[in-house]
């Protein structure tokens, strides 16, 4: 089945550690998207693929780092700069359709504890 | 730049119950329009979404919206809930340009027995 695989479900870091979360797509979707997620915030954006190896800063990208290798793949670092790094991660795929439009399929996310 | 309000943050209906859930958006031009839903703990599903056409579209589990430029709205409605339909509800708007969503801060919906 194709579909967003998110790893880990739950990861726990301790202040000062840079943690890496995983995100794998077999869609062949060319965008790839990384959201924030608190309670009563609604989705931030993070940060954002539309091609292999390019890459933009979302809403709130300070503390968090990507990379975009391959096509399926776009790993989210979050890094010991990020003062508040506790909440729920969702990754997200897209492939622009007819006019433009962007239809977002999302993972089961990661939900990240700072201890 | 784009914005979207959803003016409910928790809603309880009755199961059998009609449910309308609000969204206004902020945008010069005609945005595309999405609705998610999110079980706890889960990532988003896709209920319907508007492009262009008809301003009435249907989407998944008996879920429908209603696009009206006139009053910036993208209202999502069902007209008799089930218990499994409590969730939160998310809208979404796309202006067509950087491929980005912009999403509104949710709706929870409960329902009761």
């Known amino acids: 089945d194709g579909g967003i695989t998110q790893s880990p479900k739950y990861l726990f870091r301790k202040e000062g550690q840079n943690v890496t979360l995983s995100c794998e797509q077999n869609l062949n979707h060319d965008a790839m998207y990384w959201y924030r997620q608190d309670p009563g915030q609604g989705l931030r954006l993070i940060y954002y693929?539309?091609?292999?190896?390019?890459?933009q800063k979302g809403d709130i990208a300070e503390g968090y780092s990507v990379s975009r290798e391959k096509k399926e793949s776009f790993p989210l670092t979050v890094t010991s700069a990020q003062k508040n790094p506790t909440a729920f991660y969702l990754c997200?795929?897209?492939?622009?359709?007819?006019?433009?439009?962007?239809?977002?399929?999302f993972g089961p996310g990661t939900r990240l504890t700072v201890l | 730049a784009q914005s979207v309000t959803q003016p409910d943050i928790h809603i309880t209906v009755s199961e059998g119950a009609s449910l309308e859930l609000r969204c206004n958006y902020s945008?010069?031009?005609?945005?595309?329009l999405f609705w998610y839903v999110q079980s706890p703990g889960q990532g988003l599903q896709l209920l319907l979404k508007y492009f262009s056409g008809d301003t009435l579209v249907q989407g998944i589990k008996g879920f429908e919206a209603e696009f009206k430029r006139s009053q910036s709205s993208f209202n999502l409605r069902k007209p008799s809930v089930h218990w499994s339909d409590a969730a939160e509800y998310f809208c979404a708007v796309d202006t067509g340009t950087a491929s980005k969503l912009t999403f509104g801060t949710g709706t929870r919906l409960q329902v009761t027995l």
């Open positions: 693929s539309q091609i292999v190896n390019d890459f």
């Open positions: 997200a795929s897209s492939r622009p359709g007819t006019g433009g439009y962007n239809e977002q399929f």
């Open positions: 945008y010069g031009a005609t945005p595309y």
